[in-house]
Nanobody, 127 residues
Framework: QVLLVESGGGLVQAGGSLRLSCAAS????????MGWFRQGPGKEREFVAT????????TYADSVKARFTISRDNAKNTVYLQMNSLKPEDTAVYYC????????????????????WGQGTQVTVSS
């Protein structure tokens, strides 16, 4: 069992930055591929970024490339999402998730039944 708890959300002006954290319980954290998804108001959940279990491979949605960076610290059981140059359209509830078996190349389907999800953290970007 893995419990995921996101933090770091808040209100920020356009052009600003935030760093989200996702703390995981469980001693097998380092085995999981980790991802971030988001759901904006009135929108469906969408993929944001994912990172392989060792941290060596990452993928991003086109909408956040060059602005967001996903990273992980397996010693701290934590995955991060550094968000720079934020835009109002980045406003959403951000969720982290974890999956043991999905390849990073396939880790962009928000409807897939990933192993674990966090409860989400709200990010609001004002114009």
């Amino acid at each position: 069992q893995v419990l995921l708890v996101e933090s770091g959300g808040g209100l920020v002006q356009a052009g600003g930055s935030l760093r989200l954290s996702c703390a995981a319980s469980g001693r097998t954290f380092r085995r999981y591929t980790m991802g971030w998804f988001r759901q904006g108001p009135g929108k469906e959940r969408e993929f944001v970024a994912t990172i392989s279990w060792g941290g060596g491979n990452t993928t991003y949605a086109d909408s956040v490339k060059a602005r967001f960076t996903i990273s992980r610290d397996n010693a701290k059981n934590t995955v991060y999402l550094q968000m720079n140059s934020l835009k109002p359209e980045d406003t959403a509830v951000y969720y982290c998730n974890a999956d043991l078996s999905t390849e990073i190349s396939d880790y962009d389907d928000p409807t897939y039944e990933y192993d674990y999800w966090g409860q989400g953290t709200q990010v609001t970007v004002s114009s």
